[in-house]
């Protein structure tokens, strides 16, 4: 039996066509199969950029099924790349399990660096990007969805989801009702398509912009919403962490001051907090 081949995971444009790399071009040519979340959105791409390599489908409802067989290929030598509709497969998008079976089975597998509508959305927002967790599509279900929106509630970092257009408007009410409209949340719509746009504000003003043009409401959105406020007596358990480590290698003061820059801290409160450590304040 010949050596087990390469699975790749392939990165493709979210929208613009431009923004797809010489790698993922030369793996695309010279795989013998793509794997494709949908073939015939696949095909256009492929059509555009004039490679002609085979394609199968791989998706939610077949993906099981079809695993099994292409790492049954890749164990007889052929190499496979997996590609979703847009941005990086696995991200929201069916793949999980054919990783997984060739992971098991010693198949060498290789991701790509590219395109991602959640990464793409939060370097432009304005938001804290320190920390940040993404939560890929919201439930559908109404319980579901708010028992999910209610972690926010106490979430010191910037959540990211998608949401699907039928579903923005109940899904800003939703996050109104829980979080009331002191958080900033951001629209991201139609990344890096001739409409793209970055709308920012409370839930209800977001709502207002929604609904003054109804085709505001159509195509795809990122949504972001923005850690909690930290409370003035409330210090962050990363930030502790952070001053704790720097406490045992510098004074207190000069710990808790680096500490304050870094998260935009009271010095005086991390300097009460460090104390709780054993640290002398006068080791100047």
């Given at each position: 039996?010949s050596?087990?081949?390469?699975?790749?995971?392939v990165p493709?444009?979210i929208?613009?066509?431009?923004?797809?790399t010489?790698?993922?071009?030369?793996?695309?040519e010279?795989?013998d199969?793509i794997?494709?979340e949908?073939?015939?959105?696949?095909?256009r791409?492929?059509?555009?950029?004039?490679i002609?390599?085979?394609?199968?489908?791989?998706?939610?409802?077949?993906e099981?099924?079809r695993?099994a067989?292409?790492?049954?290929?890749?164990l007889d030598?052929?190499?496979?790349a997996?590609?979703?509709?847009?941005?990086t497969?696995?991200?929201?998008?069916?793949?999980?399990?054919?990783?997984?079976?060739?992971t098991?089975?010693?198949?060498?597998?290789?991701?790509?660096?590219?395109?991602?509508?959640?990464?793409?959305?939060?370097?432009?927002?304005?938001?804290?990007?320190?920390?940040?967790?993404?939560?890929?599509?919201?439930p559908?279900k109404?319980?579901?969805?708010?028992?999910?929106?209610?972690?926010l509630?106490?979430?010191?970092?910037?959540t990211?989801?998608?949401e699907?257009?039928?579903?923005?408007?109940?899904?800003?009410?939703?996050?109104?009702?829980?979080l009331?409209?002191?958080?900033r949340?951001?629209?991201a719509?139609?990344?890096?398509?001739?409409?793209?746009?970055?709308?920012?504000?409370?839930?209800?003003e977001l709502?207002?912009?929604?609904?003054?043009?109804?085709?505001?409401?159509?195509?795809?959105?990122?949504?972001m919403?923005?850690?909690?406020?930290?409370k003035e007596?409330?210090i962050?358990a990363?930030a502790?962490?952070?001053?704790?480590?720097?406490?045992?290698?510098?004074?207190?003061k000069?710990a808790a001051?680096?500490?304050a820059g870094?998260y935009?801290?009271?010095?005086?409160?991390?300097y009460?907090?460090?104390l709780?450590?054993g640290q002398?304040?006068?080791?100047?």
């Amino acid at each position: 039996m010949s050596a087990p081949a390469t699975l790749y995971i392939v990165p493709t444009p979210i929208g613009n066509l431009e923004d797809i790399t010489a790698r993922a071009l030369r793996i695309l040519e010279t795989v013998d199969w793509i794997a494709a979340e949908d073939t015939r959105h696949t095909h256009r791409l492929l059509q555009h950029v004039g490679i002609k390599t085979r394609t199968l489908s791989l998706h939610e409802h077949n993906e099981e099924k079809r695993a099994a067989m292409l790492c049954r290929r890749l164990l007889d030598g052929e190499s496979v790349a997996l590609v979703s509709d847009a941005g990086t497969p696995l991200i929201s998008d069916p793949g999980f399990l054919l990783v997984r079976h060739c992971t098991d089975q010693n198949i060498p597998v290789v991701p790509l660096p590219g395109p991602c509508a959640a990464i793409t959305a939060l370097s432009g927002s304005g938001l804290p990007t320190d920390r940040f967790i993404f939560e890929g599509f919201l439930p559908v279900k109404k319980q579901a969805k708010e028992t999910l929106l209610k972690l926010l509630k106490e979430r010191n970092a910037t959540t990211v989801f998608y949401e699907a257009p039928r579903r923005v408007l109940d899904t800003l009410a939703e996050i109104q009702k829980i979080l009331g409209d002191d958080r900033r949340i951001v629209l991201a719509k139609e990344l890096t398509k001739a409409f793209e746009a970055y709308v920012g504000g409370s839930a209800s003003e977001l709502i207002s912009w929604l609904e003054a043009e109804p085709a505001r409401q159509k195509g795809e959105f990122v949504l972001m919403v923005s850690p909690a406020p930290v409370k003035e007596t409330e210090i962050p358990a990363p930030a502790l962490a952070l001053l704790e480590e720097l406490a045992e290698v510098l004074p207190l003061k000069k710990a808790a001051a680096i500490v304050a820059g870094h998260y935009k801290l009271k010095k005086n409160a991390l300097y009460q907090a460090g104390l709780s450590f054993g640290q002398q304040s006068d080791k100047e």
